[in-house]
């Protein structure tokens, strides 16, 4: 009698959901993401072949142009984490590039001082959200709307016309070009020509780094998981829900500043209108990353690989040249839906197989 | 005596309190910075004034808003890609009828297109919320990058203009009506919406979604059909705000068509007093919220305020409100207020 339960579809059934849940838990989707990355770099590799698309500087360039929201998308995968929601960050980031310009071009600061201000702005604005949210308990999407309101006029305050910087300290910084020291291909005249990066991108890839360590192995790390997870759960285990979630938001406006620097040290300039649409390219960067919005879930590194989706999906649009730009944000959107389905699709299947056992 | 009380609601309590102070507050500022602020003139024919320029400004965010309460009471989120669906459904109606001096297709029929775009895109929106249960903000998020972008792909990447003087009829004047049509369409919009919320069952459902989607459905009511209804009509509402819009310049500029209208529209519905949480609702609540923020706005361009600093003040509004409405302050108030009536209980006491 036993033996003909195990032996029947419903075992075997169970069994498949086994593997399933073992697959889940080993973040599914962040598989998918990183496989589909691949598969569109091969993608590329084989259309545009006579197009240089091979070469290491295209594939360093991803990061180059995208090295400010790689950082901001760090901080809007650990807000997605707890299971919130940071809407300001692009008015954050042209804000900061205005009064770096600013500062620098009309107050004759120079470019230190300028840019540990900016620092220290974003860390403010970042601790007055994560006030409001945490403490006083409002919606984060309101908040952070208003906030998205605030600093985009407050750019518009400083100036409405466009700045642009001459600080040579600045753009010495802009400009530095650091050469790898492999991946280099011999040119026409037979110089060799070494790939290179500039330091937004250094920045970029440490801050990753920082990020993933501090969520994976520090005290603090840990409990923005188990505040997203459930925060009652979190409350009953003696953790302090409100100032993780506030620190949390801290430290994003801190990182929404430091990804504007590294924006502004690569359009050297600023205007009212800078960045619209940045926060929307982070949060889709981050969901397709594989961090869900439902909190509790969610990998820094994820992140990353969406920010290079975007990018690589740009690439392709500007290397195909007779096609329309807005081709690049729909292709993002359609991209999105698909990971918005699939996450839905999975958890749904994680409820079934918790209800089932 | 007790019992007495029950009817006596102190004013402060009722739902429209709130939004009713605002506007006023905000229109006495004005009677004080341009004494002339309530002269209305006749002019060719038309009203003129600046209290009908608000009616008039005002009346695309009145209809957007409507949309929205619904969306806001019975998903507890917000529909972010209203401004993008408007553009969209302009793109359309202008991408039918074609530049010549003639239409390409009836009038009507470009109107039925857009609305019908406006729908689908709300059908989107609704199934990804109700029947797929994704977060209302990221599921509309899909539209808000992607709409403009479609928009532009149907407007072929042009600014479009219309040439028969009809077309602006929608979003101006018709000769020999001396209102804006833009109010009449939003009054109308405004009616049969509160009819049918207030006549028929359908208000109630959709506050007891909002409230509780599951035990709604416990109770016999169809949760997802509900919330996807409401997604559709906010879609709906979309497009006739697109329509006024392109009507009103007679062109189709799909970068800044209805741009930052879902937050103005989501600001309405919190200054009229609705919980952003879902559930309770009123629909002229976020009428007069709508109103505000547009006499915010005309009162701001009066002080000669750029129109890129103006969302500097908005959020500063938007920011008291909300703080005003958050659970935390309101048991704040509440424990001065017992402080206060207790120290007055014992005034009394120990006069007697």
């Known amino acids: 009698m036993n033996r003909a339960k195990i032996n029947s579809p419903q075992g075997k059934m169970r069994f498949s959901n086994q593997i399933g849940q073992k697959l889940l838990e080993r973040n599914f989707l962040l598989f998918v993401t990183i496989a589909l990355f691949i598969a569109m770099y091969i993608a590329g590799l084989i259309a545009y072949k006579d197009k240089n698309f091979g070469n290491v500087q295209t594939f360093l360039n991803l990061f180059t142009s995208n090295a400010g929201l790689i950082i901001v998308s760090v901080g809007m995968t650990m807000v997605l984490i707890t299971g919130g929601i940071d ?193 929307m390219d982070a949060i889709a960067a981050t969901v397709i990353g594989g961090t869900p919005l439902t909190g509790g879930v969610g990998n820094v590194y994820g992140s990353l690989f969406g920010v290079l989706i975007k990018a690589l999906i740009e690439t392709f649009v500007s290397f195909q040249g007779n096609i329309s730009s807005w081709w690049s944000k729909i292709i993002i959107s359609a991209l999105l839906a698909f990971f918005i389905v699939l996450q839905n699709l999975l958890v749904r299947r994680k409820n079934k197989t918790k209800s089932a056992t | 005596m007790k019992n007495l009380n029950i009817f006596k609601k102190p004013i402060y309590q009722y739902s429209l309190f709130l939004p009713i102070v605002c506007l006023l507050l905000v229109l006495i500022v004005n009677l004080i910075q341009t004494p002339n602020f309530f002269k209305i003139t006749v002019q060719n024919g038309v009203l003129y004034g600046f209290i009908i320029d608000i009616l008039n400004r005002s009346s ?122 833009p109010f009449f369409v939003a009054a109308f919009l405004v009616f049969i919406t509160w009819i049918v919320l207030d006549k028929t069952p359908l208000g109630m459902y959709i506050q007891s979604v909002g409230i509780n989607r599951d035990a709604s459905r416990l109770v016999g009511l169809n949760s997802k059909l509900i919330i996807f209804f409401t997604y559709v009509f906010c879609g709906m509402c979309a497009a006739i705000t697109g329509l006024i819009s392109v009507s009103r310049t007679m062109s189709i500029d799909a970068n800044n068509v209805g741009l930052y209208t879902e937050l103005d529209a ?87």
């Open chain 1, 87 to 279: 809407i300001s960050v692009g008015s954050v980031v042209a804000v900061t590039c205005m009064m770096l310009a600013a500062m620098m071009e009309r107050a004759g600061i120079g470019a230190a001082p300028a840019m540990s201000i900016v620092l220290l702005f974003g860390l403010a604005f970042g601790a007055a959200q994560g006030w409001l949210i945490s403490y006083l308990n409002i919606q984060p999407f309101i908040v952070t709307l208003a906030g998205m309101f605030f600093a985009r006029g407050l750019t518009a305050v400083i100036s409405l016309e466009m700045i642009t910087i001459t600080n040579e300290t600045f753009l010495a910084i802009a400009q530095k070009r650091i050469y790898l020291p492999f991946g280099g291909y011999l040119n026409r005249k037979g110089v060799m020509i070494y790939p290179y990066i500039y330091p937004t991108v250094v920045m970029a890839i440490v801050i990753v780094i920082i990020a993933y360590l501090m969520l994976k192995y520090t005290k603090f790390g840990r409990s923005i998981y188990a505040v997203g997870g459930r925060e009652q759960s979190a409350r009953l285990m003696g953790l302090n829900v409100k100032r993780t979630k506030f620190f949390v938001y801290i430290l994003n406006g801190l990182l929404s500043a430091l990804g504007g620097i590294a924006f502004c040290l690569n359009t050297t300039g600023a205007f009212v209108e800078l960045a619209r649409g940045f926060e």
């Open chain 2, 60 to 181: 695309g965010l009145v209809i957007l808003a409507v949309g929205m309460t619904l969306v806001v009471a019975s998903s507890g989120g917000t529909d972010i890609s209203v401004g993008a669906v408007s553009a969209l459904a302009g793109a359309v109606c202008i991408a039918a009828l074609g530049t010549g001096a003639t239409y390409n297709v009836p009038y009507i029929v470009s109107i039925l297109l857009a609305l019908i775009m406006g729908m689908a895109c709300g059908t989107v929106n609704g199934y990804l919320v109700s029947y797929m249960k994704v977060q209302p903000m990221v599921a509309t998020l899909i539209l808000f990058t992607a709409g403009r972008g479609i928009a532009q792909l149907v407007t072929g990447s042009f600014i479009l203009y219309v040439k028969p003087e009809q077309f602006g009829y929608l979003g101006n004047f018709i000769p020999g009506v001396p209102l804006p049509t």
């Open chain 2, 266 to 352: 989501i600001l309405a519905v919190a200054i009229g007093g609705n919980s952003l949480r879902g559930g309770k609702f009123s629909l002229f609540g976020s009428v007069i919220g709508a109103i505000t923020i547009q006499a915010l706005t005309t009162t701001l361009y009066a002080m000669q305020v750029s129109a890129d600093q103006i969302p500097l003040y908005k959020a500063v509004v938007v920011i008291i409100i909300v703080s005003l409405q958050s659970p935390v302050v309101l048991k704040w108030f509440k424990t001065i207020k017992g402080k206060l009536s207790t120290r007055s209980h014992q005034m009394v006491k120990e006069a007697k």
